[in-house]
């Protein structure tokens, strides 16, 4: 099999949510052929001309125990938000310390104390 067919494969597998809903569309109507093209799969991951089933092996079982990090098919990002995770407000404030100095960062939390001091509010920013 040439490294052509591989990379097509790859493409494949990776946008395979893409191509799902036209795939199944597609080949509903082509249901009598089924049988045959589990033949084909079949044929392509036994017979050792091909050497399917190594491929199949060596690109995406071996992966998955050799490093586990790298291939995650459960990972699902989440949404940023800055206010649930205080981490981020932290990191924001060292940021802004080091691009504008201690003295900076203190004049600022000086002011947002006297402002809220003034309104009378029962809160205070950390």
Same mark, same amino acid.
């Given at each position: 099999?040439?490294?052509?067919?591989?990379?097509? *494969? !790859?493409? =494949? +597998?990776?946008? &395979?949510?893409?191509?799902?809903?036209?795939?199944?569309?597609?080949?509903? @109507? +082509? *249901? @009598?052929?089924?049988?045959?093209?589990? +033949?084909?799969?079949?044929?392509? +991951?036994?017979? @050792?001309? #091909? %050497?399917?089933?190594?491929?199949?092996? /060596?690109? #995406? =079982?071996? @992966?998955? #125990? =050799?490093?586990?990090?790298?291939?995650?098919?459960?990972?699902?990002?989440? !949404?940023? $938000? =800055?206010?649930? !995770?205080? $981490?981020?407000?932290?990191?924001?404030?060292?940021?802004? &310390?080091? /691009?504008?100095?201690? $003295?900076?960062? /203190?004049? &600022?939390?000086?002011?947002? $104390?006297?402002? %809220?001091?003034?309104?009378?509010?029962?809160?205070?920013? #950390?």
């Amino acid at each position: 099999m040439g490294s052509g067919t591989g990379n097509f *494969l !790859k493409v =494949v +597998l990776k946008n &395979i949510d893409v191509l799902a809903g036209p795939v199944v569309s597609l080949a509903y @109507p +082509l *249901l @009598p052929f089924w049988p045959y093209a589990k +033949l084909i799969a079949t044929c392509w +991951l036994v017979i @050792p001309y #091909f %050497s399917g089933a190594a491929y199949v092996y /060596e690109h #995406f =079982v071996r @992966p998955l #125990f =050799v490093n586990p990090r790298t291939v995650n098919i459960w990972y699902v990002p989440r !949404k940023k $938000d =800055v206010f649930s !995770k205080p $981490d981020d407000i932290l990191t924001a404030a060292e940021k802004y &310390i080091q /691009e504008n100095g201690p $003295d900076a960062f /203190e004049n &600022i939390i000086n002011r947002v $104390d006297r402002e %809220s001091k003034s309104r009378g509010s029962n809160y205070a920013i #950390f």
